[in-house]
């Protein structure tokens, strides 16, 4: 099934060859090697950058808050400046090593609206439906709480409650209702609209990341399944318009790996098509500034790139219940670990944003077009500014931006970070839709049951016209981490990466299986959808293996 290792006179080395190499092991490379190697005589190899990500600061929930404001496990991108932010360099975390992202996430398990994929498949992208996509989220999923035709069990991606016990979960719903909100108890089933708490990808209190479910459990027990971690690839090997191969770099070594069939790229919105451009894969005036080969002209290559801008609001608040940097809120933190230790409970399973929900900001919408993430703390910047004190916070995004930003190369380097454009509040009408949805979250922040937590309000006091609000926005807004669109799927459309089977167009061999293929970006979290996009394409590879 492999051949062996060659070593060529200029010390380049040349490893094996499989039938897939996949690059990058984030929530679809995960899902796509391990759907593909579950059949014995398919090879796969898995290319990651970072590494094997199964130690605590993975698995142990609160730790999210070490990862998302630095370097662990996190390559922790910025942005070119934005126009629409006053100039602001933004901020975007992106998970390094297996699991990519779903290792350092919220862990919210949210599918999007049944809308966004009946759009997709509107836009002439048969077989993505919301009626053809429902089977894959249902078979990733192994839900301990929730059944019936929405809900999946036995799946590798396990679904569950909270297990903080914080009463604070219950002030929510209370202020939720004293404001006159709908509750929701299932976001993922029939209708969205509506507040309530998160479902969570979680086991026993401990973080299911996309690497947890499909590929940790098989590293050891497949043959034909290699997990290459530290492997950084820096180019696709192409045979004329076929690719058959990568090139990376592991620790000093530069080496090859060769692929049969296809080559699988997986790497994240940002850097799928950065791999793609670095690879001559892309407009063509483009790659000739930075002096890269043209492959194939693909000028839709880091283009259409699709994020939710979100704004946060913060209190500082004395109730015994928040995380934070004060003496009660550190003691609370060495209680909480003696508690994750002994039983798995407690504030240390806590994803932080433990409640939410989706809401209209104009009754004549037909879906809702903000979601909110309430935390258990209260954190500035992505938590990259400390604060003393404990306190909460409330994001409020929005969920079908209509600005368009893009990814670019800074320079043909293939270990520089690639130039990333959100073009945040690009559209004045994605302003004035953030303002509606600061007033209504505002409504919510302002119920009796939340107000009485509150000591301060850090960000929005005194804020009370539209033009106020304007200007707090600009100041503030940034990303609640949802990148997608960059490869886009699509059909009859120049801009278009990849087809419907997400094949790229106009070379052979190479698929692209990520949240960059994402037409438009979906009403809510993106882990799922993602995951759900690995499963599918695994199942379109069968049949067309079973097909010859
Ligand atoms: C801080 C944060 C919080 C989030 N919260 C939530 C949430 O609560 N719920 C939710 O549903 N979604 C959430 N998301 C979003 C969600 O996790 C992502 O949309 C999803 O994981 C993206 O999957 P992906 O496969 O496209 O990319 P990723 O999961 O990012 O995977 C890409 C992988 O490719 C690797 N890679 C990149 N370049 C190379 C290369 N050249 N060679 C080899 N490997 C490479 C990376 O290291 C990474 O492992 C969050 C994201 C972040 C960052």
Same mark, same amino acid.
């Given at each position: 099934m492999t051949n062996k290792q060659k070593i060529t006179p200029g010390g380049l080395r040349v490893t094996d060859i499989f039938d897939f190499v996949v690059v990058g092991g984030g929530s679809g490379g995960c899902a796509v090697a391990s759907r593909l190697s579950e059949d014995p005589l398919t090879s796969v190899a898995l290319l990651e950058a970072g590494g094997k990500d199964d130690n605590w600061v993975v698995t142990t929930p609160g730790a999210l808050i070490l990862m998302v404001s630095g370097k662990v496990n996190n390559w922790a991108f910025d942005t070119v400046p934005q126009a629409g932010l006053n100039g602001r360099i933004g901020y975007q975390p992106r998970g390094k090593g297996l699991g990519g992202s779903s290792a350092i996430n919220a862990m919210v398990y949210i599918r999007g609206h049944r809308s966004d994929y009946d759009r997709w498949a509107a836009l002439g992208n048969t077989g993505w439906s919301y009626a053809d996509v429902l089977p894959y989220f249902k078979r990733s999923e192994d839900n301990s709480e929730l059944d019936g035709v929405y809900h999946g069990k036995g799946g590798p991606l396990h679904v569950t409650g909270s297990r903080t016990d914080n009463p604070v979960r219950e002030i929510y719903l209370q202020a939720a209702r004293e404001a006159q909100f709908r509750i929701r108890e299932d976001f993922n089933a029939e209708e969205q609209e509506g507040l309530g708490t998160y479902q969570l990808t979680q086991k026993?209190? $401990?973080?299911? /990341?996309?690497? +947890?479910? &499909?590929?940790?459990p098989f590293m050891a027990t497949r043959a034909n399944l290699r997990v290459e971690t530290h492997a950084h690839a820096t180019r696709i090997l192409f045979e004329g318009q076929r690719a058959v191969g990568v090139e990376y770099r592991q620790g000093k070594d530069i080496r090859q790996i060769r692929a049969r069939r296809e080559v699988i790229v997986s790497s994240g919105a940002f850097q799928t098509p950065q791999l793609l451009m670095l690879s001559g894969v892309g407009d063509g005036a483009a790659l000739a500034k930075h002096g890269i080969a043209l492959t194939h002209h693909l000028p839709g290559v880091g283009q259409n790139l699709q994020d939710h801008p979100d704004f946060v609001f913060g209190f500082t608040s004395d109730a015994p219940h928040f995380a934070g940097l004060s003496?009660?809120?550190?003691?609370?933190?060495? *209680? =909480?670990?003696?508690? &994750?230790?002994? $039983?798995?409970?407690?504030?240390?399973? /806590? @994803?932080?944003?433990?409640?939410?929900?989706? !809401? *209209? %900001?104009?009754?004549? !919408?037909?879906?809702?077009d903000i979601q909110l993430h309430f935390c258990m703390a209260m954190v500035a910047d992505h938590g990259r500014k400390p604060r003393w004190g404990t306190g909460f916070s409330c994001h409020v995004c929005l969920l079908r931006p209509e600005s368009r930003g893009s990814v670019g190369l800074q320079s043909a380097d293939p270990l520089a970070a690639p130039a990333i454009d959100p073009n945040f509040l690009g559209e004045d009408s994605d302003l004035e839709a953030m303002v509606a949805g600061f007033k209504i979250t505002r409504r919510l922040l302002d119920a009796p049951a939340l107000k009485a937590l509150q000591t301060s309000d850090v960000f929005t006091e005194g804020v009370e016209t539209d033009d106020d609000i304007r200007k707090v926005l600009r100041q503030y807004v940034? %990303?609640? &981490?949802?990148?997608?669109? %960059?490869?886009?799927? =699509?059909? @009859?459309?120049?801009?278009?990466?990849?087809?419907? *089977?997400? +094949?790229? &167009?106009?070379? $052979? =061999?190479?698929?692209v299986v990520d949240a960059s293929v994402m037409p438009t970006l979906i009403g809510g979290n993106t882990n799922a959808p993602t995951i759900m996009i690995g499963e599918k394409a695994a199942d379109m590879i069968k049949a067309e293996l079973r097909a010859g």
């Open positions: 026993n209190g $401990e973080r299911w /990341s996309a690497a +947890r479910g &499909y590929i940790h003496f009660g809120g550190i003691a609370r933190i060495f *209680k =909480g670990i003696a508690q &994750y230790r002994r $039983e798995r409970r407690g504030p240390m399973t /806590s @994803n932080v944003a433990e409640c939410g929900g989706f !809401l *209209k %900001t104009r009754p004549d !919408l037909d879906v809702p940034d %990303t609640v &981490y949802h990148p997608v669109g %960059t490869c886009k799927m =699509g059909v @009859n459309d120049p801009m278009a990466v990849v087809d419907p *089977k997400l +094949r790229v &167009y106009g070379l $052979e =061999g190479l698929r």
